[in-house]
């Protein structure tokens, strides 16, 4: 599905290599709010996106199997424009290390929800996004 929404419309980033994964996150996603949803595979694919500082979907579900000090870098990057993360399986350091929420593989739509409206609730009490 790259390029099939504009980057700058896009509201929610999804990175997985199952296709079956991020339709299920779509779903679960639409379920909570209308957003313009873009999937990519890898998180490769997703930096050129990640780079460009007017990319700022408000939400980016994550799953980065090795992340390198790149990936991390684009995360911290990510989360310092306002987006929130969800990392599918993330290693514990790196929940240390990024502010994050986790969702742990096999999960429903249920805790899919359940963190989504727990980023949106908490989202009513942020500053707005620096911009970097």
């Known amino acids: 599905m790259p390029g ?5 419309q896009v509201q929610t980033l999804i990175v997985t290599d199952n296709f079956i ?3 299920d ?3 679960a996603i639409s379920e909570v709010a209308r957003e ?3 999937h990519l ?3 490769d694919e997703a930096v050129p996106f990640l780079e460009d500082v007017a990319f700022t979907p408000k939400l980016a579900v ?4 090795k992340p390198s000090a790149k990936h991390k870098k684009l995360l911290e990057r990510l989360h310092a424009r306002g987006v929130q993360l969800v990392l599918i399986d993330a290693a514990p350091q790196l ?3 990024i502010e994050a929420e986790a969702l742990s593989r096999p999960f429903t739509g249920a805790d899919l ?3 989504i409206l727990k980023l949106r609730q908490d989202a009513k009490d942020l500053k707005p996004p620096a911009v970097l």
């Open 4 to 8: 099939a929404v504009a980057s700058h």
């Open 21 to 23: 994964e991020a339709e």
């Open 25 to 27: 996150l779509a779903d």
């Open 36 to 38: 313009e949803i873009m």
């Open 41 to 43: 595979r890898h998180i």
């Open 62 to 65: 994550l799953h980065i199997p």
């Open 95 to 97: 929940l240390g290390e």
């Open 113 to 115: 929800s359940t963190v």
